[in-house]
């Protein structure tokens, strides 16, 4: 169980192009989705908390209209990358918080590597 | 000051024997819960063992378990008979509070644990 699945699992587009990636909770309903991003040997940076039926929270510093979330079911949230340009490139990473389970594990989906030429 | 710290960057460990990886956490808050993460090469996130604030015993599952020191603020990891399939990068991530109120996790820098035949 607690299974999450992320697409597309590669994606490589030119500077100016929007990118849409989602996040599904497979086998669990899920109101609250995270977003990270990671870059290479680091760690894992929180961009925003995504709830279904309404607005994403963002972190400070991470441009929200840049950044936009949707997340219109218990199963599914996305991610679209406005206008993405080289500095965007990086590695994109859900979780869904299985809201059955008292201690709120998230589980992650397989990530997002990003590239924008 | 960090709250989520793991002191040792990168460790080795013989294939068979057991390891210890060091986490260490800041709060002020009675409720919380700690949890640890293995990110091997491929980039998922596997959610492996979670202690709760309040559990009186140290979290075991299957070959990994938590040596929970609440006094000291230390949740280490300890993996036996490492296998070569461990090798990858563990992160340690807190959670404040009680569950619920989409709370976020805390993230350490991880470890990079390298398991030798």
């Known amino acids: 169980g607690a299974v999450v699945s992320q697409h597309p699992s590669r994606v490589i587009c030119k500077s100016g192009t929007s990118v849409k990636i989602e996040c599904r909770s497979l086998d669990f309903q899920a109101t609250t989705m995270f977003w990270y991003r990671q870059f290479p040997k680091q760690s894992l940076m929180l961009m925003a908390t995504s709830n279904e039926g309404s607005k994403a929270t963002y972190e400070q510093g991470v441009e929200k209209d840049k950044f936009l979330i949707n997340h219109a079911s218990l199963t599914l949230s996305t991610l679209t990358v406005t206008s993405a340009h080289p500095e965007d490139s990086s590695f994109y990473i859900c979780?869904?918080?299985?809201?059955?389970?008292?201690?709120?594990?998230?589980?992650f989906g397989p990530g997002t590597r990003l590239l924008v030429l | 000051a960090q709250k989520i710290t793991q002191t040792q960057p990168g460790m080795f460990v013989q294939e068979k024997e057991a390891v210890t990886l060091d986490c260490t956490y800041d709060t002020s808050d009675p409720s919380y819960g700690l949890f640890w993460y293995k990110q091997p090469s491929s980039g998922e996130m596997i959610f492996l063992i979670y202690q709760g604030s309040y559990d009186q015993q140290n979290a075991t599952e299957g070959r990994y378990s938590l040596n929970f020191q609440k006094a000291r603020k230390s949740a280490n990891l300890v993996i036996s008979a490492s296998q070569l399939g461990d090798s990858a990068m563990y992160f340690c991530?807190?959670?404040?509070?009680?569950?619920?109120?989409?709370?976020?996790?805390?993230w350490g820098l991880g470890t990079s644990l390298a398991v030798n035949p």
């Open positions: 991530a807190m959670r404040e509070g009680y569950a619920g109120n989409n709370r976020k996790l805390i």
């Open positions: 979780s869904a918080r299985d809201q059955d389970r008292v201690q709120e594990t998230q589980y």
